[in-house]
């Protein structure tokens, strides 16, 4: 096969900075490299005792780096495991050690712990091993790593779920894996010599790793921001650049509407996904004339697995669309039989794109049980109800949080909800909601509560209401249902 690990020029690696010491939207090479920086990355990776099929855990802030440590890891042989830069010492220890990383490579000394071989990304740290800056490297220092030979059934990457009902778990990500995903996402979404994909979720993140991957195989540049994904960095870029691809979760999307922003005439394509957009998003999107794309992707599936065009979801808002080529979703009972077209049930996706396996359980053999609700209609088409493990059952009954949010969202002072059940001794569960509302407006719980008995039957109408000034959400920017159930129980 051909080796696709060597086939991301630096040119197609771009980042954007605000200084005047240079342009502000520059290729981000290096002249004292023939064939960029990756192998001198990794002949120093190695030279710090990385080899082929060690688990290196990187906890690195700058994303430009984070790619360069990708494919020299992937060049050693060694495994990429991406470490969440939102969470405290305590959670990355666990991580760390879940995934059994016989290396950590970062700047933050607290994450040096027995039983791992801690090596620093900072250059001025005296006490422990550091990574050589490339630039500093004899030109020799590369050359064992200017090409590599894939094996397609090796472990790529390690990366962690995002945790929005539990604890994370550890995703084994192959480069079969990566290399069908990128396949069948050119399959749906096209490839155009113009195309530029703006980069706004971090590497830890299954959509941000994937990208640079399918970036890579398709020779697309990608570009990065040089300080962090904020709004207003991103409308910047948006705003500026020939940007023709960007990838936003629904809460990036709506903060860029209610900013004002106005597409490009260069944006093409908003692939929308990470967590279900409501109705009234893809409504407010599609009177502000943004191409969205609603996808539906997990980690453990390598990120895409179905995707609804512009078209489609002007359409069907609300629908992901088909399974990508390759990817078969079936929705089943509790009995694993199909259900028949728009009955609820399990969604079960197999194919290439299917993860080897969470370390320390057994392998998926290409099919998964994603733990999510949904159907498929008479077109087969998906749609997204919610996670088996969000569903409420307060006395004997099933409730579906997605209906309940949706209600709640029509009222006109909501802005955002997130409904939850809590423990109950009589009704094993009780429905209750966190809701954001919309600047100046005012509204107590009763009112809402008696809003929501209007639409809804008794047994879903929220018991319980807390105001917020916004939901707690992921680094990836979901909702994080855990963390909202926890403060409606607590308060």
């Known amino acids: 096969m051909q080796d696709w690990i060597a086939s991301a020029p630096p040119e197609q690696v771009y980042f954007y900075k605000e200084h005047n010491d240079f342009p502000e939207f520059m290729p981000r090479t290096f002249e004292w490299f023939s064939g960029g920086s990756v192998p001198y990355y990794a002949g120093a990776l190695a030279a710090l005792g990385i080899r082929r099929g060690d688990r290196v855990a990187v906890h690195e802030h700058w994303d430009f780096t984070m790619v360069n440590l990708f494919w020299a890891l992937a060049r050693i042989g060694a495994v990429f495991v991406p470490l969440n830069t939102r969470l405290t010492d305590a959670e990355l220890h666990d991580q760390i050690r879940a995934a059994g990383c016989r290396f950590v490579l970062a700047a933050r000394e607290s994450l040096a712990i027995p039983g791992h071989t801690y090596l620093s990304l900072d250059p001025h740290n005296p006490r422990f091993p550091t990574l050589t800056p490339p630039h500093l490297l004899p030109r020799t220092a590369g050359d064992p790593y200017r090409t590599a030979t894939l094996d397609l059934n090796a472990v790529a990457a390690v990366v962690f779920t995002s945790g929005t009902s539990g604890t994370p ?130 980690t453990e599936a390598c990120s895409q697995v179905a995707t609804q065009m512009p078209d489609g979801v002007r359409r069907k808002p609300g629908s992901v669309g088909k399974p990508l080529s390759g990817t078969t979703v079936r929705v089943t009972d509790e009995h694993g039989q199909d259900q028949p077209p728009s009955q609820y049930g399990d969604i079960i996706v197999s194919g290439p794109t299917v993860m080897k396996g969470y370390i320390g359980q057994p392998e998926t053999g290409g099919s998964f049980r994603t733990g ?64 954001v509302l919309h600047p100046g407006l005012s509204l107590d719980a009763d009112a809402l509560i008696g809003f929501a008995r209007t639409q809804l039957g008794g047994y879903k109408v929220p018991r319980k209401v807390l105001f917020l000034d916004a939901l707690p959400v992921t680094g990836s920017g979901k909702v994080q249902r855990s963390r909202v159930r926890t403060l409606l129980e607590n308060r």
């Open 169 to 298: 778990k550890a995703s084994q990500l192959t480069f079969g894996n990566f290399a069908a995903s990128a396949a069948a996402s050119a399959e749906r979404l096209g490839v155009r010599p113009d195309d530029r994909w703006l980069l706004c979720l971090p590497l830890y993140h299954v959509g941000g790793l994937s990208l640079v991957i399918r970036c890579a195989i398709q020779r697309t540049p990608f570009v990065l921001l040089d300080s962090g994904y904020t709004l207003d960095k991103i409308r910047q870029v948006l705003d500026t650049e020939p940007i023709t691809h960007v990838s936003l979760v629904p809460t990036q999307l709506y903060r860029l509407l209610q900013s004002g922003f106005k597409p490009s005439p260069y944006l093409r394509l908003i692939l929308l996904g990470g967590a279900a957009a409501s109705p009234e998003l893809l409504a407010l999107a599609a009177e502000g004339g943004l191409p969205v794309a609603t996808t539906y992707g997990l």
């Open 372 to 435: 999510d609700i949904g159907y498929l209609d008479a077109e087969g088409d998906l749609w997204l109800v919610q996670r088996r493990s969000d569903l409420i059952v307060s006395g004997g009954e099933n409730v579906y949080p997605a209906e309940v949010e949706k209600v709640l969202r029509t009222h006109p002072a909501v802005a955002d909800v997130c409904v939850v059940g809590i423990a109950d001794a009589e009704w094993g569960q009780r429905v209750a909601a966190a809701v």
